[in-house]
């Protein structure tokens, strides 16, 4: 009954219907696999890891993500990373094995991490700086299930200017209003330390400009993340084509910039990033991409 329900009813085809791909010899579409694997439900294929539920979906929502920051060029070769916590559970979080090109990243190739970086389950390990910054993140935020650092062409481009401050120019720079830290780049983190002092800086704000480098978001889901992360780029490139005529730029009240902030965090925010990723991915089912379901 649900407006957004994806599945066989009214001649629709279900998100997995799309799906081919195998993984590890496992058809994750088949009828087979149907009957062998617990089903998750039509929207996140088969649980063939047969963890819990809720891991599963954060698994498929994750390895989304690494097909979506692809796509849209956010990520860079094989580094930058994305982690996500099991709901639930405040010591382990996923994370992709270092190496993987962000296009081979799967439901099921992610790893599971505790905070000490011991591999709970999973092939490979995280790359270091990854480990130290998401661990420390995940561990000392309240209300952190996800955890994205990239270096995103447009708003990596801003965090090279002198003193650079997200301007309220455009509904979508306003749904950053008063969410942005911004701190100085500090060099590669092997330990602890710079995790601690970034989850200070942060303080109660989702976003990190860290300049000279790129960005962090520490969202509650993995949804809200990706949805954060998707239109800060966007405010950042409408910033970059104003800056560049050289006129004078014209700055949203900030009254009505709270407003508009305000009305997306008291609950529309939410479900929008949450349709948002839904709808990403079964555009992915529809394309080359279709195999992070797997
Ligand atoms: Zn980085």
Redesign the pocket.
């Known amino acids: 009954m649900g407006s957004m329900a994806v599945n066989g009813e009214n001649g629709h085809k279900s998100l997995t219907d799309y799906a081919a791909n195998k993984n590890n010899g496992v058809d994750c579409t088949s009828v087979a696999a149907r009957g062998n694997y617990p089903v998750c439900d039509e929207n996140y294929g088969y649980n063939v890891l047969r963890c819990s539920d809720e891991e599963w979906r954060v698994r498929v929502d994750l390895a989304a993500a690494f097909r979506l920051c692809h796509k849209y060029g956010f990520n860079e070769g094989i580094n930058?990373h994305l982690t996500a916590e099991v709901p639930g559970h405040k010591d382990r979080f996923l994370v992709y094995p270092f190496g993987l090109l962000w296009n081979e990243v799967t439901a099921s190739n992610l790893l599971l991490v505790d905070m000490e970086g011991k591999v709970i389950s999973g092939h490979g390990q995280p790359e270091a700086t990854a480990f130290w910054i998401h661990s420390r993140l995940h561990n000392l935020r309240p209300n952190t299930g996800a955890v994205f650092?990239t270096?995103q062409p447009e708003i990596s481009s801003l965090a090279c200017l002198e003193g650079f401050r997200l301007p309220m120019i455009h509904q979508n720079s306003l749904r950053f209003f008063n969410d942005i830290a911004y701190d100085d780049y500090n060099g590669l983190v092997l330990d602890d330390n710079e995790g601690r002092h970034l989850a200070e800086v942060l303080g109660d704000k989702r976003i990190l400009l860290h300049y000279s480098?790129?960005i962090m978001v520490c969202t509650e889901t993995v949804a809200e993340a990706f949805d954060a992360m998707y239109y800060l780029e966007q405010a950042a490139r409408v910033t970059v084509k104003a800056l560049s005529t050289g006129q004078k730029l014209k700055i949203v009240d900030d009254k009505v910039a709270k407003q508009f902030k305000d009305i997306m965090d008291s609950g529309p925010g939410k479900e929008y990033a949450r349709l948002h990723l839904e709808a990403l991915k079964r555009d992915l089912l529809k394309g080359p991409d279709k195999d992070f379901i797997c």
Do not use: C, E, K, Y
């Open positions: 930058n650092h270096h480098h790129g």
